[in-house]
């Protein structure tokens, strides 16, 4: 068994990691609209693996940096991100399998759900909505439950998650 | 049922997801400017280390593209530059062959060479210009140095040239002194140039004389430059001298060239010899000097002008030191000209008024000398 105080290390290195994809990396993808979310595939393995109101911090200081560096409604980001956060940490409780497909879906509804919760906040029009949610977010959802397979295939023993490969 | 820790655990996530979404509800319906404050605060501590990165990633991307469009634009002028002294040959031809146009008082149709991937490209050209532009058989082709060679072939867009370096082309040609004529036909060496055939032994041509074609036998008309003598290729029996031509036009460079509709009368202005050109660009400086000439003489007697002026003024400005003469001398040195004429009065002599000293005027007024 791993020590908690190993595996918190070891969690750390793994969304150090993300966040520096997603501010380094993610710039020079190709589209950037659609390339994979690493901060919410980090929001959504943290969530996976802690308790609901851990989940809710996590999700609200995701939400509030995503609120300060992007030009959408302030707390539209904090807002969003904090109800996926608890609402995935309370799902994995209750509902979903050790499967390895199926956290990667669960990290794609994740995603969508956010983008969803946000454009609504944001008060959007209604065509824009419906073509981010229709055509981007679903493409962006599906870039990064793939990337949150490749993670868990890499870091499966770091994060303590049972699969059923 | 869970146990007390269990729910207390469950309160506790309850709390914290209350606070976290009640502050972000404070967020979503605060006022924007605090919105604002807020997250320029955030980017500028907490966040600045994400800020920074994401900066350098732009920074990279934006590098990248930039050396893509530098790279290409490099390129793009490689090209330009390695395609850059063939477009100026190319419009140097373009304008000797407009202008040789412009000199030329036969019709002619100008016409693109489209060269082959053959060996025997230079003996016979292929021509955009066929029947439906005029051309016709046994019209001669012309480049801006001269002769290239006649129309063998028409079709109706395009025709074959048999040039000079064909072996069975002839013409007719004269030196440019008029001094010797012969046949010129290509070397029957295989050497690549022209033989100044069938000039008679007596007549001697010096090395560089300009020959061109003489216009007998209706084909060629007279004055096109066909090449230039370099020396003696053999004598035969004591008759005839055979000369070494170099060929005045290239066909396989030869880009464009005019063919020659209607040949007819002397062409021999149309081409001007380097030596007439010679003389027309040392006529030129001839005159350029002496314009200079005179502009100068000009020039100089401007300038002396200016100095007698300037000289005389200030002869008749100066006033002179005053010379001071005794009067009994005055009036012995020049009697003549101070006293009058008249007959000397009976009285005794009074003596002479002082003698007059030349100066200028506004002088005192006993100078009357002037």
Redesign the interface.
């Known amino acids: 068994m791993i020590p908690a105080r190993a595996n918190r290390i070891q969690l750390a290195v793994v969304m150090l990691l993300l966040?520096?994809l997603h501010?380094?990396?993610?710039?020079?993808l190709w589209g950037p609209r659609v390339s994979p979310d690493f901060l919410m595939v980090g929001l959504m393995l943290f969530a996976m693996r802690s308790?609901?109101?851990?989940s809710?911090?996590a999700?609200?200081l995701v939400?509030?940096?995503a609120?300060?560096?992007t030009p959408a409604?302030?707390?539209?980001g904090?807002?969003a991100h904090?109800?996926v956060a608890?609402v995935a940490s309370w799902a994995r409780a209750v509902f979903f399998a050790d499967n390895l497909l199926v956290n990667a879906a669960f990290v794609a509804v994740g995603v969508w759900l956010r983008d969803f919760l946000v454009l609504l906040?944001s008060g959007s029009g209604d065509r824009p909505v419906l073509t981010e949610l229709a055509v981007y977010s679903p493409l962006q959802a599906l870039s990064s439950a793939l990337f949150a397979l490749v993670v868990l295939l890499a870091f499966r023993e770091w994060f303590s998650i049972r699969l059923d490969a | 049922m869970g146990s007390a820790s269990e729910r207390s655990?469950t309160r506790?996530?309850?709390?914290?997801?209350l606070v976290?979404?009640g502050?972000?509800?404070?967020?979503?319906?605060?006022p924007?400017s605090?919105?604002?404050s807020?997250?320029a605060g955030?980017?500028e501590t907490v966040?600045w280390p994400?800020?920074w990165?994401?900066v350098?990633?732009?920074e990279?991307?934006t590098s990248r593209v930039r050396l893509r469009a530098i790279t290409a634009q490099r390129d793009s002028a490689s090209y330009l530059v390695q395609g850059l002294p063939s477009l100026l040959a190319e419009n140097d031809r373009l304008r000797q062959l407009l202008s040789l146009s412009r000199r030329l008082r036969t019709r002619y149709v100008a016409a693109e060479v489209l060269h082959q991937s053959q060996a025997t490209d230079g003996r016979t050209l292929l021509l955009s210009a066929g029947s439906r532009e005029g051309v016709s058989a046994f019209d001669p082709v012309v480049a801006p140095e001269g002769l290239v060679g006649v129309v063998l072939n028409v079709a109706e867009r395009s025709s074959i040239v048999m040039t000079w370096a064909h072996p069975e082309f002839r013409v007719s040609a004269f030196t440019v002194t008029g001094n010797a004529a012969g046949v010129v036909a290509p070397s029957a060496a295989g050497e690549g140039g022209l033989e100044f055939r069938g000039v008679p032994y007596r007549d001697s041509v010096p090395v560089g004389a300009l020959v061109l074609s003489s216009g007998l036998g209706g084909v060629y008309p007279k004055g096109i430059p066909v090449g230039s003598v370099t020396g003696v290729v053999r004598e035969q029996a004591g008759w005839e001298r055979v000369y070494r031509l170099q060929p005045a036009a290239n066909p396989g460079s030869a880009g464009h060239v005019l063919v020659l509709l209607a040949p007819g009368g002397d062409l021999g202005r149309a081409f001007p010899s380097d030596s007439a050109l010679e003389a027309q660009r040392l006529d030129s400086l001839e005159r350029l000097r002496v314009a200079d000439s005179v502009a100068q003489a000009a020039r100089d007697a401007r300038a002396r002008r200016a100095d007698s002026i300037a000289v005389i003024r200030r002869d008749t400005t100066r006033v002179p030191p005053r010379r001071i003469v005794r009067p009994d001398t005055a009036g012995a040195a020049r009697p003549s000209t101070v006293a009058p004429s008249k007959p000397a009065p009976s009285t005794p002599p009074a003596p002479a008024p002082p003698a007059p000293v030349p100066g200028p005027p506004g002088a005192a007024p006993g100078d009357t000398a002037r």
């Open positions: 966040v520096t501010f380094y990396v993610r710039p020079r308790g609901p109101g851990a809710a911090v999700g609200f939400g509030l940096a609120d300060s560096l409604r302030f707390g539209a904090a807002l904090t109800v608890y906040v | 655990y506790r996530d309850t709390v914290l997801f976290c979404l502050l972000s509800l404070f967020g979503v319906f605060s924007a605090w919105g604002q807020l997250s955030l980017r966040l994400l800020v990165l994401q350098r990633a732009e990279g991307k």
